[in-house]
């Protein structure tokens, strides 16, 4: 589960290291992804990205939503079913290990074209797996394909919307309630995804 979160979080971060692309997005967007893990369907997944605030907002296809708030490493889940919110534990070591990079290095591997936008391929290596990533020049990761000791995935963008996000995509419903799950609880909620 920690490779599909690192996938989908790689779409959102950028590196700190000179040699390490920006995959960060410099503008808002809205991209659609197909995400495929070991032994899962390829399921599609909406990101809504605010690039001034960094805010995000990836949405499943079970009608459950993160919304994240980057650089305070907090996130919550928005149950719909529930009419409630579920508070996240803190993922500021699994942002810390993006913003890092994780070690990883970035070799340029050439162009390459998903959704209609150009992009600059990678192969990427750290201590625990191999993959291969492509970046626009704004930041967008089109193409992720990599695998480690846990799996493999493969997010791929399907469309690529550059607009203003609107600032309530980005704040639960008003009147949800925030709910408390028990330890694992979350974990197995989101596993279902």
Avoid: W
């Amino acid at each position: 589960m920690k490779f599909l979160r690192l996938a989908l979080l790689a779409s959102l971060l950028p590196g700190a290291a000179l040699a390490v692309p920006v995959f960060l997005p410099s503008r808002d967007v809205a991209v659609t992804y197909s995400l495929a893990a070991s032994g899962r369907a390829a399921e599609t997944y909406t990101l809504h990205y605010d690039a001034a605030d960094q805010l995000a907002r990836v949405e499943s296809p079970t009608g459950l939503y993160v919304l994240a708030n980057l650089p305070a490493g907090q996130a919550q889940v928005v149950v719909p079913a529930l009419h409630a919110t579920v508070q996240a534990p803190d993922f500021s070591a699994l942002t810390g290990e993006i913003y890092k990079a994780d070690g990883a290095t970035f070799t340029p591997l050439g162009s390459g074209k998903y959704a209609g936008l150009e992009c600059q391929k990678y192969l990427v290596l750290d201590k625990n797996g191999t993959a291969t990533a492509c970046i626009t020049p704004s930041g967008v990761v089109l193409h992720f394909s990599g695998h480690n000791a846990q799996g493999s995935a493969e997010l791929t963008a399907l469309s690529v919307a550059y607009a203003p996000q609107p600032a309530g995509s980005f704040a639960p419903p008003t009147g949800f309630s925030d709910i408390t799950l028990p330890p694992g609880a979350l974990a197995a909620l989101l596993s279902q995804q």
